[in-house]
């Protein structure tokens, strides 16, 4: 494959693969839905966010509406959770809740039932005990008849009082609950409401809460720095009574992904020329000290805020469209923050209630009468009233003034209780009924028995009363003192949920609390531009195939594989040490198909060439070898190398015989059946074709691959060719192919040789060239001159091993080589060699010892004989020709021994 081709590959694949998945990210419906995906996953393996303690989520739960036994929810619980929430020290009460329209008037049921009832039985108890008082005392004779009439003007004042008194009380039967609602929230302080932004104009407000909304709810201290798109036109406004009384106000609409997920909040909004900011975000502003917010399309920075005793600038990022991502907490709404049902605040008055009613029941027993002075439960009542109209007042004005008087008074009506609780009553009671039962007559005994059970049974409610409350009192404030209070709809038939990545039904309220949380922890998440990753996409296309491109597939695959991974750990490393999201499936699936189509195209390349080169030198090479191509191409380059190697030159016997005798047809038959035969076995001996020459076949052992034992491979393949060759003949003359037997001459030689591609670089042909070969080509042709079929040098002889049975023959000098070369015979393998064989060689090699000794005579005899045993065998005719030629003429004086050979 050509360097061109390569590098177009290289650049092609990534800007086609890059490409294709930057505009899909950018453009493809559905593509963020898969990117969101990764973003909850990425999220749920980031450590959690810290959660603040103060944060309380305020449930207005099945308990709470159950408890309150009417639905809707009168605002006068609100009201009453309110000025709980006053007592115990709460900072911020956030309602999650429209107040759109106004609520019908109600009856407050628990005052109804406990506080009025006892209002009326404390006034009747006391006119009772005054009138048997007073008639008990004209009886005595200790006030003169005369006298009643005073004292009967004193009952009568009395009871009018009691009257007027009741008479007020009862208005506060029937509740106006926006407005007690609303002079709730202005008594409370912090108490921020919501706003429903619109995208359309909202005809129907009423100038005058409009003109209020714009001037109370919104953020004077915004500065713009770059454009942004406001998503918002109109609001609407809770109601006069809340909007006139709140704090503050701030909005509730959440951004829902296309997924139907809430991930994603605006802090601030603009309707007109105005800004208002979230729910949430209104009194976290506040309490961060009402700092200068800057808006640029990139963050919000709060400036000179005022967070956990320091002035800081706190910088919170946003998305592309001007959202902040919120940092959820990985747990459902129940298990996340710190939860009171609402009812709790309720349930805290009715104890109050509970405790003021069995005071008021105490306060009634005739068993006073034995008590000199006032009544000591006179004092926590009259302190309980103090504290009721002080707080009526406060109510009325919303002056911080009244208020404080008002917390104070319920200090110190709880002091009072505790006071008369320690004083002992119970027990002095006891001690005054039993010195007065021992005065009495006895029958009167259980009249006083009757007063000091009665006056236990309700002595110790009280203490019970008074105990609940102050156990409450404290769990109460432990939980609420400083806190931000979030108050919301979550009970089981509420519609207000939603879907965030770890919840599927998660109560909105929830997502307030989220806000502040993350803010406050200042733990942010960000997302980076969509651009970034259609680039990122492209760049590690062309970076992946960079470093793979000089691979073996494997390798690519394997580093493929490990670059993907790590471009998506990198993504998560990033969000979870920096809390910036970068888009990651794009340069991810960017990274893996770019590898994986590199690889496919290079290996369906490189199989192609593969089979082209198999196809191509299969003919002519060993599998090792056409492998030892593919795996290193560069070997079919022009150029040449010095290696020891064996070189093996065949030729058939006669051949141009057997040719003339044939016709052309008959002859490419014969000739195509023999050389597939030798081939087959030069090739399976690791041997390499090097080329044909009509009958004759060129090979050499040792390259291109490289291995010790080419010498022997050679040599056994030179003996299976000639049992081939007797296997092929016997089915020659059996089909009548060939008129004569084809008989092999083989000649092998070991030594440095010359291997390589020689020619041009249009025209190339890999193969071998030195001495060494010209020496193998000689000695196929010396087998003529010795009668032999497989002649070798004696380096071959050597390094061919031990396996081979050999005949020495002669040194000789061939043709174009003046260096002697001692030749030896292939006979065959010694394990397939029988003792007569072996014998026969035996007696030749010492009839050729007698030969070298100049013994012609002896020499001719032994072997004549072996002639004579075996007539086929060349060798022994040529060496009993040559002892009787030297009979009759002995060789020149001081001859060493070699022949010199005239014909190749």
């Known amino acids: 494959?050509?360097?061109?081709?390569?590098?177009?590959?290289?650049?092609?694949?990534?800007?086609?693969?890059?490409?294709?998945?930057?505009?899909?990210?950018?453009?493809?419906?559905?593509?963020?839905?898969l990117e969101y995906s990764i973003y909850d996953t990425f999220l749920m393996m980031k450590p959690d966010v810290?959660?603040?303690?103060?944060i309380v989520l305020l449930d207005v739960n099945d308990l709470s509406i159950q408890k309150a036994g009417s639905w809707p929810w009168p605002r006068g619980l609100m009201a009453g959770g309110l000025a709980t929430m006053t007592e115990f020290g709460v900072n911020y009460a956030i309602f999650d809740i429209e107040f759109l329209e106004k609520s019908p008037m109600s009856v407050d049921r628990d005052y109804l039932s406990n506080g009025l009832k006892a209002e009326f039985d404390g006034v009747f108890d006391e006119v009772g005990s005054n009138v048997g008082s007073l008639f008990g005392a004209i009886a005595g004779g200790n006030i003169p008849v005369k006298a009643a009439g005073e004292y009967g003007e004193q009952l009568m004042q009395l009871i009018?009082?009691?009257?007027?008194?009741?008479?007020?009380?009862?208005?506060?039967?029937?509740?106006?609950?926006?407005?007690d609602l609303g002079r709730s929230m202005r008594l409370f302080g912090n108490a921020f409401v919501t706003l429903n932004m619109q995208d359309e104009r909202v005809d129907t407000t009423n100038p005058e809460l409009r003109t209020l909304a714009?001037?109370?709810?919104?953020?004077?201290?915004?500065?713009?720095?770059?454009?942004?798109?406001?998503?918002?036109?109109?609001?609407?406004?809770?109601?006069?009574?809340v909007s006139s009384m709140a704090k503050n106000a701030g909005f509730?609409?959440?951004?829902?992904?296309?997924?139907?997920?809430?991930?994603?909040?605006?802090?601030?909004?603009?309707?007109?020329?105005?800004?208002?900011?979230?729910?949430?975000?209104s009194p976290l502003v506040h309490a961060l000290g009402e700092p200068e917010i800057e808006i640029s399309r990139s963050r919000i920075v709060l400036k000179g805020a005022k967070l956990k005793g320091k002035t800081t600038d706190i910088s919170i990022p946003l998305d592309e469209a001007g959202h902040m991502l919120l940092r959820w907490e990985k747990k459902t709404y129940p298990d996340s923050f710190a939860h009171m049902s609402f009812y709790q605040l309720i349930e805290y008055r009715k104890n109050e209630e509970n405790l003021i009613s069995n005071l008021r029941s105490l306060k009634g027993i005739e068993a006073w009468a034995l008590v000199e002075g006032s009544n000591p439960v006179d004092e926590p009542l009259t302190a309980w009233r103090r504290a009721e109209e002080l707080k009526q007042k406060a109510l009325a004005s919303g002056a911080a003034e009244d208020r404080a008087a008002w917390l104070e008074a319920k200090t110190a009506f709880k002091k009072t209780v505790d006071h008369f609780l320690q004083t002992g009553w119970d027990v002095k009671m006891t001690a005054l009924l039993d010195a007065a039962k021992g005065k009495s007559s006895v029958a009167d005994w259980p009249l006083y028995?009757?007063?000091?059970?009665?006056?236990?049974?309700?002595?110790?409610?009280?203490?019970?009363?008074?105990?609940?409350?102050?156990?409450?009192?404290?769990?109460?404030?432990?939980?609420l003192a400083g806190s931000t209070c979030i108050i919301g709809w979550t009970a089981s038939g509420s519609t207000d949920m939603g879907a965030n990545p770890f919840d599927e039904k998660y109560v909105n309220v929830g997502t307030h609390a989220t806000v502040i949380n993350g803010i406050r922890q200042q733990d942010f998440l960000s997302d980076a531009p969509s651009w970034i990753g259609s680039a990122a996409a492209i760049i590690l296309s062309f970076l992946i195939i960079f470093f793979i491109a000089q691979l073996k597939t494997v390798y690519q695959i394997v580093i493929g594989l490990g670059a993907t991974l790590m471009v998506f750990l990198g993504s998560y490393l990033i969000f979870h040490f920096t809390g910036i999201h970068v888009p990651t499936l794009a340069p991810t699936l960017a990274t893996f198909f770019s590898f994986m189509t590199y690889a496919l195209v290079s290996f369906l390349v490189s199989e192609r060439e593969k089979s082209f080169l198999r196809k191509a030198f299969g003919t002519y090479l060993s599998g090792d070898v056409i492998n030892e191509i593919i795996a290193n191409p560069s070997m079919l380059k022009l150029g040449g190398q010095k290696k020891w190697m064996t070189a093996m030159f065949t030729d058939i016997r006669g051949f141009s015989t057997v040719s003339e005798k044939l016709d052309p047809e008959q002859l490419v038959k014969l000739l195509n059946l023999y050389l597939s035969g030798m081939s087959d076995i030069i090739l399976e001996n690791r041997g390499t074709i090097d080329k044909y020459e009509g009958d004759a076949i060129i090979s050499f052992y040792g390259a291109p691959l490289s291995y010790d034992l080419h010498a022997r491979a050679?040599?056994?393949?030179?003996?299976?060719?000639?049992?081939?060759?007797?296997?092929?003949?016997?089915?020659?003359?059996?089909?009548?192919i060939t008129p004569n037997p084809l008989l092999t001459r083989i000649g092998l030689n070991t030594g440095d040789m010359v291997v390589g591609n020689m020619g041009t670089e249009r025209k190339m042909d890999y193969t071998i060239m030195g001495n060494?070969?010209?020496?193998?080509?000689?000695?196929?042709?010396?087998?003529?001159?010795?009668?032999?079929?497989?002649?070798?040098?004696?380096?071959?002889?050597?390094e061919a091993g031990e396996e081979f049975i050999s005949r020495r023959f002669d040194k000789v000098r061939v043709v174009g080589i003046n260096t002697p070369v001692q030749l030896w015979e292939i006979v065959g393998l010694k394990s397939d060699a029988d003792d007569k064989l072996l014998d026969f060689l035996d007696r030749f090699e010492k009839a050729h010892r007698l030969f070298d000794s100049m013994d012609w005579k002896r020499a001719e005899e032994r072997f004549g004989a072996l002639a004579a045993e075996r007539p086929d065998d060349g060798p022994s005719g040529v060496y009993l020709k040559r002892s009787q030629g030297f009979l009759e003429k002995p060789p020149v004086a001081g001859w060493d021994g070699v022949f010199s050979l005239t014909e190749k």
């Open 1 to 33: 494959m050509s360097k061109t081709t390569r590098s177009r590959r290289r650049v092609f694949i990534p800007i086609a693969v890059g490409g294709l998945f930057a505009i899909v990210s950018l453009f493809l419906p559905g593509w963020n839905l």
């Open 50 to 54: 810290k959660e603040d303690p103060s």
């Open 160 to 179: 009018a009082g009691g009257k007027k008194d009741l008479y007020a009380k009862t208005e506060r039967v029937a509740v106006e609950n926006d407005s």
């Open 214 to 241: 714009e001037t109370k709810f919104s953020y004077p201290r915004i500065t713009v720095r770059s454009p942004l798109e406001w998503l918002s036109k109109d609001f609407f406004i809770p109601i006069d009574e």
């Open 252 to 281: 509730t609409n959440v951004k829902i992904d296309s997924d139907g997920v809430r991930r994603r909040i605006r802090l601030v909004e603009k309707v007109g020329d105005k800004y208002y900011l979230q729910l949430a975000f």
């Open 449 to 479: 028995d009757a007063f000091k059970d009665r006056f236990a049974a309700i002595y110790g409610n009280c203490a019970k009363a008074s105990d609940i409350l102050e156990s409450t009192g404290k769990e109460l404030r432990a939980r």
């Open 714 to 736: 050679a040599c056994l393949a030179a003996v299976i060719m000639k049992k081939k060759e007797a296997e092929l003949n016997v089915k020659f003359m059996a089909d009548n």
């Open 772 to 798: 060494a070969v010209n020496l193998a080509a000689r000695l196929e042709g010396v087998n003529k001159q010795y009668g032999s079929w497989i002649l070798a040098s004696d380096a071959t002889k050597k």
